[in-house]
């Protein structure tokens, strides 16, 4: 059978949220044409005991792994260089956003007329007012700089036609990879459809980066260094 969605779900110390994903997956997949690809990304936890376990009853997931974290990027880049969906994508294993918002998006772009220069990407709502601010923030000086319509970056899920990830250029292994392909989709004048997705508190796990003041502000350092490659390549 010819699979339609493959998603990505890159896991890096998710061992506790890897049996909640595959569960709500499990529920809301009720086609046999969607695959999801879990990326063990370099995890030092209980991750792939935990997938070697689980894997062999839900037969629409597979894993790949990469030995050593390298990024958020490389992990996201590693899964979707072994996808075999005609639409491919990723979501995040920390259960913020439903697994169901996945089959929603893929629901969108096969109405699409146009699939192929499509691209879904959720639209994130009932975030903590100090993670929506730093996000508008971000979004309007992302905007403004790179001339294009680039807001709220990081949200899940995203899925687009695979012909779309073989024209990336040196896409980058960290958390600018959201903004590369988000930027990538505007220049390409793919159609961006934004749809709401609940944003929830995560239930298990810490966020890598998200963890204050400090974290920010190197999450912004990065971002605008890669603003700026951006820029210059324009």
């Known amino acids: 059978m010819n699979i339609k ?48 376990q689980l894997l062999p009853a839900y037969p629409f997931a597979r894993t790949v792994l990469v030995p050593i974290n390298q990024g958020y990027g490389f992990g996201i880049l590693s899964g979707l ?14 259960m913020q956003t439903d697994p169901k918002d996945v089959i929603r998006a893929l629901e969108i772009i ?25 996000t508008v923030g971000m979004s309007v000086f992302e905007s403004l700089y790179l001339g294009k319509a ?17 024209n990336w250029p040196q896409a980058p292994h960290d958390f600018s990879l959201d903004l590369f392909v988000l930027y990538q989709a505007r220049k390409n004048n793919l159609r961006v459809i934004r749809f709401p997705v609940l944003f929830k508190a995560r239930l298990h796990g810490h966020s890598s980066w998200n963890t204050g003041l400090k974290s920010k502000w190197k999450f912004i350092k990065r971002t605008l260094e890669f603003s700026t490659k951006l820029k210059k390549n324009l």
């Open 150 to 166: 680039l807001w709220d970056i990081n949200a899940q899920p995203n899925i687009f036609h695979r012909t779309f990830f073989a």
């Open 5 to 52: 969605l493959s998603i990505v779900v890159p896991c890096y110390n998710e061992a506790r949220n890897i049996p909640l994903i595959l569960d709500r997956f499990a529920q809301v997949i009720q086609r046999q044409d969607v695959e999801v690809v879990l990326v063990n990304n370099g995890s030092t936890d209980a991750s792939a005991e935990v997938l070697q």
């Open 110 to 134: 096969e109405k699409e007329n146009n699939p192929q220069t499509t691209m879904v990407k959720g639209l994130r709502k009932k975030r903590p007012f100090s993670d929506a601010f730093f």
């Open 81 to 94: 260089k072994a996808c075999r969906g005609e639409f491919i994508g990723w979501t995040h294993a920390d």
